[in-house]
């Protein structure tokens, strides 16, 4: 590899960069970022930095690289995802892997997750070798592949099998967070810090079969039935999780009465159903996040159409608050379900649950420098992301892709969704705000 030097010809714009981006076609599954990853290669390389492509399948690899610092503070970890979720059956007005720019927003499939934020990560860390900022530590790249199905060829591929690269990192800036979101008027910038498990459940219902000419009750799929409709009809008790608890805090601090208030309540578990039943689609959004969740997906029972089964299964895609057992979900379903079902974890790989809030003020100084209004809000994220892999490295991942969104521009609905787009205002927003991170990150 060609040693490192200050690049030729100017950088693209962190516009430019993620229209190209988007151009690649990283549908997961298949994903094939190959040629994606290569020209994130060649873009560093062209700045002059080197950089690797690595991995366990030759069409699904990594880039990674890093930035000499001065050894002052540990190496910072900067990692995205450059695959995407299909489109297939969306209603897209613009062709989604076209890179189309129009009207201040680039549009396109992965502009807003995360093809967006590995453009700005892209760019700050070019600049700062462009720019010699001075680093406190090392800065590692990781541009990764598969994160929308498990990260078995990205993250947790480099975890397992290359963890020496992140070797002494103890904090990460990645996605799912650092976006506006208008509340009451109010702008709040939400910094992911903690992420829920996932984890599978089978239930199982059983009871007498026979022949299907005959008069039957309580049967294994009636008892399913039961369970199903419970399910749906009793929510799972609610927990304050602490970092909901500092959302909360955070949030209703820099609200007016009675607004702070109100929101205050939701820390009360008496209370917090009835608050997010008040808050109608925000409360919708905010209760995965007082709660593990339970929603039945395969649905499994009967061979032949004339014979009742004896045994139902169903498969429950369960999402738990970070730090509990999967014991705790399991006797919560119990509990709704009587003793006429099963209950069994299929699929948990729990991970440390970390909570390292010591870039916390790091991030919220920068933000205000940016956007005197903005305030920073810690995050509980209710899917999972690529944090859990670098957890058990002991890396506390902040998801903090900063954009300042317009008040009306709804994230959640529009990533994974038709129209992905994002403001390119809101791309160099989050440039600069990480190269500011560059330069001033600490131990
Ligand atoms: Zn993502």
């Not at 709040?188 to 219902?205: D, I, L, N, P, S």
């Not at 609610?238 to 929101?263: C, G, K, N």
């Not at 500011?436 to 990150?441: M, T």
Request: hydrophobic share 40%; proline share 8%.
């Amino acid at each position: 590899m060609a040693a490192p030097t200050h690049g030729t010809g100017a950088p693209p714009h962190v516009a430019e960069l993620l229209q190209t981006l988007i151009r690649y076609d990283t549908t997961n599954p298949p994903g094939n970022e190959r040629e994606c990853a290569a020209y994130c290669r060649d873009t560093l390389n062209d700045a002059g930095i080197a950089a690797e492509l690595i991995g366990s399948d030759p069409n699904r690899v990594n880039v990674v690289s890093r930035l000499p610092g001065r050894g002052d503070a540990p190496p910072l970890l900067l990692y995205g995802h450059i695959d995407v979720v299909p489109t297939a059956a969306q209603p897209w007005d613009v062709p989604p892997f076209e890179g189309r720019r129009q009207d201040g927003y680039v549009w396109g499939r992965g502009a807003l997750d995360m093809k967006g934020g590995v453009a700005m990560m892209m760019c700050a860390f070019m600049r700062a070798h462009r720019e010699d900022t001075d680093l406190p530590g090392d800065v590692i790249l990781a541009l990764v592949s598969d994160e929308e199905a498990g990260g078995n060829t990205g993250a947790g591929w480099l975890v397992a099998a290359r963890p020496e690269l992140f070797e002494g990192a103890r904090y990460a800036v990645g996605e799912f967070g650092g976006f506006s979101k208008t509340y009451r008027g109010r702008k709040f910038y939400m910094v992911q810090v903690a992420e829920k498990q996932g984890c599978r459940v089978q239930a199982t219902a059983r009871g007498p079969g026979g022949h299907g000419s005959l008069v039957h009750h309580d049967t294994a799929p009636t008892r399913m039935a039961e369970f199903l409709v419970k399910l749906d009809r009793t929510p799972l008790p609610f927990h304050i999780h602490p970092v909901t608890r500092m959302m909360v805090e955070a949030m209703s601090s820099r609200l007016p009465l009675p607004d702070s208030a109100f929101l205050r309540l939701l820390l009360n578990p008496a209370f917090t159903g009835k608050i997010l039943r008040r808050m109608s689609t925000v409360g919708r959004e905010l209760e995965p996040l007082f709660r593990h969740t339970a929603n039945a997906t395969i649905i499994a029972g009967g061979e032949k159409a004339n014979v009742i089964p004896s045994e139902v299964t169903v498969n429950l895609d369960c999402r738990m608050l970070p730090g509990y057992p999967p014991e705790d979900l399991l006797g919560e379903l119990q509990d709704i379900a009587g003793p006429n079902i099963e209950f069994q974890a299929l699929r948990f790989a729990p991970k440390p649950w970390i909570l390292n809030m010591g870039l916390f003020d790091t991030l919220s100084g920068i933000i205000r420098e940016q956007d005197p209004a903005g305030v920073s809000v810690p995050m509980l994220m209710p899917a999972g992301t690529d944090g859990r892999h670098f957890a058990g490295l002991g890396i506390q991942t902040y998801g903090w892709m900063p954009m300042n969104l317009p008040a009306d521009f709804d994230f959640l609905k529009t990533i994974h969704a038709a129209n992905e787009r994002v403001p390119v205002s809101a791309l160099e927003f989050g440039a600069e705000a990480l190269h500011r991170l560059l330069g001033r990150f600490h131990g």
